[in-house]
Each structure stands twice: as C-alpha cells, then as structure tokens.
C-alpha cells in the first residue's frame, strides 16, 4: 500500500475509533430518566409517534399530569399527545411547538398558560429535561439560547458529556442496560400516577408588587399564537386545575383579556371543578399540586367533549391502523395501572 | 478568556485554522491580532497598559540601540584620530545619554505596575503605621501585568546591554510582548530566545503540531483531573480559618503543595503546547522541582524564567553596582576579608528576595514568605561547610536513602513554606501554622468536611502516580520523546486514553466552581 493511503486511512480509522469511544462514553454518562426522575425522557419520546395528532398539549406538569390522552382516544376516538416537560417554561413551550410542526399540523393546540409568570429560566435541571430531548433544528438551538442561565454554555448541549462527566462516580446498572435504548415512560406524553393524597392546606397566598407578566413571556406567547395561525391550528388557552402554586385572579383577568382581543379561547379549569367532576380528596396524588390518573381521565373526558361537540374533532376509532396502535398503547396503559396499584398497594 | 474556558478552545481552533491558512508573511501579523483579541476578553481597558508598556519599551528601546549603533560606527570611523580616553570618554557620555532611557523607561512601567498593584498596599500600611484614614483606590490589576512587564523589561535592559539587537517593528515587539499563550502567567520570556521562532511565520508540521497538542492535554489533566479536584478542599480550608484547624492545615498544606504544582506546571504545559502549536518554542519553566534536595536546587528547578529574571536584571546589576562595590569595601575592612565579601552577597540577596515576594503578591505574607526563603538559603550557605563535615563523618550520605530523605526534608520545607501563599493576612497563617500544634485544634476531625468524596481522593493518587511516575521516567528521557519511538497503536491509545480521563474526570462545567490558575493573581 502506498504510504499516503496508508497514512489517510490510519488517521481515518484513529478518528473512527476515538468518535465512536467518544459517543459510548457520552451515552454511558448521559442520564437515562427511567427511574426515580423520569420527566427528563418525555420530550425525546415524541419522536417515536406516528405524527398524525388531532390535538397536541403543550406545557408543564399541569398538562402532562392533569390531562390523560388514553381518554381522549377511548372515549371520543380523538388522538392526542402531550408535549411537556418539568418546569417547561413559555419559550421552550413555543419552541417545543415549532419543533412539532415541522412533523405534523394538529388540528387543536392546547397551551397551559401557567408558565406565562416566568420571563427567564430558573434552573439548569429543568432547562436541560425540556431542551435535551429534542431533536436537532434551528428551533432547538432557538429553545437553548432562550433557556440558558448564566452557568450554561451553548456546547454542553451539543456535547451532554461536558455536562454530565461528572456521573462516571455514579454510574448505576441503569446506565449500561440501556445504554442503546431507553423504555417508554409516558403515554403519548402522559405520566401517570395512581396514588391519592388529598389536598390539604397551602402557604398563605402572598400577594404580589405587581402582577403584569412580563414583555418576554408575552412575546412568546405572541410567538404560540401565530405559530398556530401559520400552521392552520386552532389555539386554545388554559389554566389547568392545580390549586398550587397560586394562580392569581389578575393573572386570570390578563389572560383573559388577551385571549378577547385575540379571538381565542381560554379555558380555566379551576372554574370548572364541579362540572368536571374533580374530587380533590381522591383525585390529586401530592395534595392537590398535580391530578392523579382518576383526576387526569376526568379532565381528558371533559375536554375531550369540548374538542370533539365545540371543535368538530371526529372519532378516528374506526380507522383501524390508528385502533391497533392505540389498542398497544392502552394494554401498557392498563399494565402501568396495575403494576402501580401494586406498588402503591392499592386495591 | 481561561485556559480552561470551551471559549478560548474555540478561539485557538480558529486561530490556528486561520493562522495555517494564511500566507506566511502575514501569520506573525495574524497571531499579534489574535492575542489582542485575547487580551481584549480580559478587558478592553487593559489594552491601555500593555499598549503603553509595549510602546515605550519598544521605542525606548529603538532609541538605545541606535545609540549603540552610532556609538560604534562613529568609533570605528574616527578609530585612528582618538586615543583611548577619548574613546572611553565619548563611550561613557553615550552611556549615560542610554541609562537615562532606560531608567526613564523602567520608571514608566516599573510605575505602573507599582500603582495597579500596590497602591493599596502601600495605603493600607500608610494608614496602619501612622493612624491615617487614606482611601483605597478602585484599579482592576492588568491582565499578566506582572508577566509582560518584565519581559518588556528584560528585553530593554538586554538591548542596554548589547545582548539584543534593539526590535525596529512595533508590531513586532508587541507581539512578543502580547503573545497571548504566555500573557496569563508567563514563562518570563526573553525576547532572544523566542524571537526567531515568534517572528518566522511558521509552516504547518504535524508532528511538532501533534506534540504540542499532546502537551496541552498533559496541561489540561493536570489542571481539571488533580489541581481543580484538590481546590475543592485546599478552598474549604483556607475559605474558612476559623472553623478549619490543625489536622485540616496539615492535610491543607499538603494537598496546596500538590495543588499549586499540578496547577502552575499545567498551566505552562498548556503555555508551551499552545505556543508550539503554532510552532513557536517557549522555554521551559520547571524541570521536577519537587525533586530537589534542598532548597537552592528548588528555587534552580521551580519557576526557572522567574528566577533567573530577579537574577540577571536585579541580582547582578545590584551586586555589581558601585554602591554595592562601596559597601563591600566597608564591609571588609569592618568585618575581614571572608565575612565582608559575603554580606553584600547578602545584601542582594535580601533584596532580591524581597522583590521575588513582593512580584507574587501585594501582602506582607509574601514579603514574609521571601524573605524566609533567603534567610534559609543564607543559613543554608553559612552552615555548608558543617554539612560538608557531617556527611563525609556519617555513612551512607551519598547513597539513595538520604538522597529520598533530602528530597522529603525539601518537599515539606516548601509545603511549610507556601501556607504563606495560602491566606490574606500574616495573621491567619501563622495562628493555622501554630494550630497544627494545638491539641485541641485535633479533636473533631472528619474527612468529609473537605467535600471529597472517595473517589475525588482516588483520582488524586491516581493522579498523583502518573505525575510522579512521568517525573521518575523524565529524570534520563522526556516521556514524549520516548512515546514517539513507540509504535502508532500504543501513542494513541496514550493520548486517547489522557483525553478520556481529562473529559470525564476533570473539574469543569456545571456544578464545579472553576478555579482560575493561581500563578495568573501574581
């Protein structure tokens, strides 16, 4: 062999070699999210669907705990999936959209405007659960500059081994079993919980200097709305029905003056406990922060009347390719009730 | 922009690509842009200091070496029309024309560098000595201000001498006074040595390329893997004097000793390796300093440029002045023969040790700190000829043995030594040194409270073998030189294997406090 092939291919193969110990290691050290704190995998599952969704749910914890999409697909044959994270703040809500858009156009986008009190990231975790999980676009990039706080840097997010290094102390048999691929932990972006613990008492209700959101969250929500418009989706706005943290009524009273002037619909669901159904002693599994699965099914089933009478949404369950996929999704749905009902002891 | 920052990695990536890329004539010019722009991340006010010390250094400079130039040409030219005491006349009012530059330049720069970092101090013992309430002044200290001064320094007192022909290119100058590898904690370079290599525009060589990035890696394990992880409980310890007594300052001490070598010979690695990236050679600063049986041998081995600096521009010129020529003939017509050509020694010595304190900080705790160095290596050389006696009278002196105990007897000397390094005030070193005696300093003591966890410590001796391990293996060969006879395979899985270790191990990013390099506050 000629010595310059000879050379080109050494350094080929040494390059080769070094990426690909590179990427092991970088996979080894990166956390799995399939135990403990798990929401830190909810947004790259969103990947694995069939993009065909009539709704989409985009938000914090108050959507992807609070509404249940099995519901919506048992009882009104609608099919809908959650795109949220913990702590998602607006501008990774707004970014989380335009990534889905690039896949499919959902017929209704639902917006949790709890997230409209924070104009700037409070933390490197959730930044990371809600970024990491993405796919590579310019509106990744977008949801990175957005987030980052004054310890991040742009690289570690290209490279999670510069964050993460410092695991290889605590490595855990987790992180070799699924070193190639992770289990589902959510359905259609739902993370279930079968476990009740009533609602009890709150901090007393502080109030506040002043109570205007920001320019910078609104701007994103700007930005939601005519992301929607663009891509023919319908907006609808809510609050979901946590009872803490606080939601002020000149909170509510903003929103709902914007969503006047923007022809959109604003749903809080607070108001709409007693039609609903919400029993806040069985229908909550941290004291009323966030629903249970019996909360989630009761908030899915009225809603899912909404979208199905108001929006026009038809009944896919005689689409038989999308009942076979759903008939999958709700055997582990039912396998996850179960095998919780028995971790938390439940009859 | 640290050495240790994705931002300057980014910086030397394009750098480098842009330098490589350009035409040869225009790389010198290329590097001095992008040192600027180095030095511009640290500050743009900054630029003003080192601008000013490279200006008047170069034209101070410019101005000596014509005069020596006319000197010599106007001496050749009318070498049969004068005599000798017209020559060495005319030499010496040139002479004198020459040291006003240069002591009009010196008190420049020495000036600034006096009044960024010491003006405080100086205020500070105003107001302590005589009750006065002087106010501090706000000046943020010039990046490497300690560094490129003295090499603007030496380079003019080198062109005073006629070692050094006087720089004609401002760029030029700047560059070496500004090339940014070296501008956050030297070496002290001399212009002699680094000029051809700086100015030559050097081509693309990918082993001299490869080197010198095995170096930076070599840099940058030492730094994140052992000083960083050390920092975490070396910053517990002296973060907190009161709460961190007796077994804490010894263990302290200890690990600072380790620390500061791991952090000041990687910072140069990394120095040395960037600069050789670009195919300019810069010095070397250490060679096994902790190897050293005495203290004399230590300060041969540790922080060379530096030392030899205080040596050749302030030891010689002082002990060789005519105030010092004075001083030892009343010394030995006072003191006799032996004694009195001793103490001017001494003299110098004093004072150049006080610099050497005075250089690293703005504190009596460095100043104390010098000054015990010379005070131990002065009794050192007084009681030469009794160790002399001792160890042809006690066998096994020459042997290996006392050779290690020599070396252990140096090592805890110096880590004694650089608690003075460690602490604000005289004050708290002394009442941490003294507590390592105090029996009540040693009753709580819980390892845990320095915030390593076990593997932190195991990575610390793991860390700390492969440093002494390259060490013993340098003594007869530098271990690069003998990785490069090896075959492919095995130097790559070296360097793969380094990498690995320094990416996952090291102390950075998001959680760690990054430490700057220490050597960068002196």
């Known amino acids: ?347 | 922009m640290v050495f240790t920052s994705y931002e300057f990695l980014g910086f030397l990536a394009v750098l480098l690509l842009l330098y490589y890329l350009a035409p040869k004539k225009l790389r010198p010019p290329l590097l001095l842009v992008g040192s600027l722009v180095f030095y511009f991340f640290a500050g743009a006010k900054f630029l003003i200091y080192i601008s000013v010390t490279a200006v008047t250094v170069w034209a101070a400079g410019l101005v000596i070496g014509k005069n020596l130039e006319a000197q010599s040409e106007y001496i050749k030219a009318h070498k049969a029309e004068l005599s000798q005491e017209e020559k060495k006349a005319f030499r010496d009012r040139e002479k004198r024309k020459r040291k006003l530059w240069l002591a009009l330049c010196l008190l420049l720069n020495l000036g600034i560098l006096a009044a960024v970092k010491y003006t405080n101090f100086a205020i500070a013992n105003i107001n302590g000595l005589f009750g006065t309430k002087l106010g501090f002044i706000t000046v943020a200290v010039p990046l490497g201000i300690s560094y490129y001064t003295f090499m603007a320094i030496g380079y003019l007192v080198d062109v005073f001498r006629g070692t050094v022909k006087a720089e004609k290119s401002l760029w030029r100058f700047a560059l070496f006074v500004s090339f940014f590898p070296h501008v956050i904690q030297g070496p002290i370079s001399r212009y002699g040595d680094m000029s051809d290599s700086l100015f030559a525009g050097n081509g693309f060589d990918r082993d001299r390329f490869f080197r010198g990035l095995e170096r930076v890696l070599w840099g940058f394990f030492k730094k994140l893997v052992i000083a960083d992880r050390i920092f975490i409980a070396v910053g517990r310890i002296i973060g907190d004097s009161g709460k961190f007594q007796g077994p804490y300052i010894l263990i302290g001490m200890l690990l600072y000793t380790v620390e500061l070598y791991a952090d000041f010979t990687g910072g140069i690695d990394i120095t040395i390796g960037v600069a050789q990236m670009f195919g300019v050679e810069v010095k070397e600063n250490f060679m096994r300093p902790y190897f050293s049986t005495s203290l004399k041998e230590y300060w041969r081995r540790w922080h060379i440029t530096m030392c030899s600096w205080f040596r050749d521009y302030l030891f010689y010129p002082v002990s060789t002045s005519r105030s010092m020529g004075r001083f030892t003939k009343f010394t030995k017509k006072h003191f006799g023969q032996k004694a009195g050509k001793r103490i001017p020694v001494y003299v110098s010595s004093f004072i150049v040790w006080f610099s050497t304190g005075l250089w690293h900080g703005a504190s009596w705790n460095f100043i104390v700190w010098g000054l015990l160095n010379w005070a131990i290596l002065m009794v050192s050389e007084e009681l030469e000829p009794l160790y002399g006696g001792f160890h042809k009278r006690l066998p096994g002196t020459n042997g290996s043995g006392y050779r290690v105990f020599m070396i252990l007897r140096t090592f805890l000397l110096i880590t004694v030594m650089n608690l003075f390094d460690c602490y604000a005030t005289l004050g708290e070193t002394i009442g941490s040194l003294a507590s390592i005696f105090r029996a009540s300093a040693w009753t709580g003591f819980s390892a845990a409270a320095l915030g390593l966890s076990v593997s932190d410590w195991a990575v610390i001796a793991v860390g700390c073998a492969v440093m002494l391990a390259v060490s013993l293996l340098s003594v007869k060969k530098g271990v690069r030189e003998r990785l490069a006879e090896k075959p492919y395979a095995l130097r790559f899985a070296v360097f793969a294997l380094l990498f690995a270790a320094t990416v996952v191990v090291g102390v950075y990013g998001v959680g760690y406090d990054s430490s700057q390099f220490i050597y960068t506050r002196f």
């Open chain 1, 1 to 347: 062999m000629k010595k310059p092939l000879k050379k080109i291919i050494v350094f080929i193969l040494s390059a080769a070699v070094l990426i690909g110990a590179f990427d092991l290691i970088q996979r080894l050290l990166t956390p799995k999210y399939v135990d403990g704190i798990v929401e830190g995998a909810f947004v790259k599952e969103y990947y694995a669907e069939e993009m065909d969704h009539d709704v989409l749910f985009v938000g914090d914890c108050e959507v992807y705990e609070n509404f249940s999409p099995v519901t919506l697909w048992e009882k009104y044959g609608i099919n809908s999936y959650i795109r949220g994270s913990a702590e998602q703040y607006i501008f990774q809500s707004y970014y989380l959209l335009e990534d889905a858009f690039l896949y499919e156009k959902p017929k209704v986008v639902v917006f949790n405007i709890q997230s409209l009190q924070f104009d700037y990231s409070r933390s490197e975790a959730y930044n990371r659960m809600s970024i990491e999980g993405m796919r590579w676009s310019k509106y990744k990039v977008g949801s990175i500059y957005a987030s980052m706080t004054e310890e991040e840097s742009f690289i570690e997010y290209v490279f999670p081994i510069l964050r993460y290094h410092s695991r290889w102390s605590e490595l855990t048999k987790d992180d070799f079993k699924y070193l190639f691929s992770q289990p589902t932990v959510t359905h259609n972006g739902y993370y279930m919980r079968v476990d009740a613990k009533p609602a009890g008492s709150f901090p007393a209700v502080k109030p506040l200097g002043d109570y205007s959101f920001s320019e910078r969250a609104w701007s994103y929500l700007y930005r939601i709305v005519e992301a929607c418009r663009r891509n023919g989706s319908e907006l609808i706005l809510i609050k979901a029905p946590s009872l803490y943290p606080h939601w002020y009524d000149e909170w509510d009273d903003e929103v709902k003056e914007y969503a006047a002037s923007e022809g959109l619909r604003y749903i809080n669901f607070l108001e709409h406990t007693d039609e609903i159904g919400l029993d806040y002693s069985t229908d909550t599994y941290d004291g009323g922060l966030h629903l249970n699965l019996y909360g989630a099914e009761k908030c899915a089933d009225w809603l899912g009347n909404i979208l199905s009478t108001e929006y026009g949404l038809a009944d896919r369950r005689s689409d038989s390719h999308l009942a076979a996929v759903w008939a999958e999704k709700i055997e582990a749905y039912n396998a996850e009730i179960a095998a919780q009902k028995v971790k938390y002891g439940i009859e």
